[in-house]
């Protein structure tokens, strides 16, 4: 299928299956999908789990989560953030029941790697999440949906499920076509060292965290 939502023409590129396994043993495997014509020019991947094909068709719509990209979280499991811990929870539920997990790449909400770091450094002294990314000159939050509205619509997936417990996600998908049929928060991911950051999350952008530890 070819998708122009009023931007360039969106293919699918490539598909290839690619068997996943997480550091806790959960394993699983994954049709992972490229794209030309993403609006960003970024290599963002959408990865097919579970019955995704069956999701399509279904009465329920499938289970998708857009997962910004976070190198600390993701890769080195760092626990400043709950990123890791959110795409290990988002893979297995995904393919429990069928859908897409939109690997996207955005890090530090779209302000990048060393800009993230910047932003640990000054929340170090006090500034929390939002307000690091405001004092080094960035938007509090400069991730954009059109690519995972490109690939889901390309994918034929322009109806769907939302895992997430960000309103923004929502709110940019519904605005680009997506029908967004319900919202299904991830689990809370707390510790130490991310508390003060789930709780801006959860008081400052009206994400839907309980977090009775916190705050």
């Known amino acids: ?71 600390t979280g993701d890769v080195f499991g760092s626990e400043r953030c709950d990123c890791g811990p959110q795409l290990r929870e988002a ?52 991730r954009d949906y059109t690519p995972a509205a490109q690939m889901l619509t390309t994918l034929g997936a322009d109806r769907i499920r939302l895992l997430s417990n960000n309103p923004d996600k929502a709110a940019q998908l519904e605005g680009l076509g997506i029908e967004v049929t319900g919202r299904i928060p991830t689990g809370v991911h707390l510790t130490g060292a991310n508390a003060r950051y789930l709780t801006a999350k959860r008081d400052h952008t009206a994400h839907t965290l309980d977090l009775p530890l916190a705050g």
């Open 91 to 142: 893979v297995e539920r995904i393919a429990e029941q069928g859908g897409f997990l939109l690997y996207l790449r955005q890090e530090g909400r779209g302000i990048g790697l060393y800009a993230k770091l910047d932003a640990y450094a000054l929340q170090d002294t006090g500034l929390d999440t939002y307000q690091a990314n405001l004092a080094l000159g960035h938007a509090e939050d400069e």
């Open 1 to 71: 299928m070819t998708v122009t939502l009023g931007l360039p023409a969106t293919r699918v590129r490539t598909r290839v299956s690619v068997p996943l396994r997480f550091p806790d043993g959960y394993a699983t495997t994954a049709d992972v999908f490229t794209f030309t014509g993403l609006v960003d020019g970024r290599e963002h991947l959408a990865l097919g789990l579970g019955p995704w094909r069956d999701a399509l068709t279904a009465d329920e719509a499938p289970l998708v989560r857009p997962h910004s990209e976070c190198l």
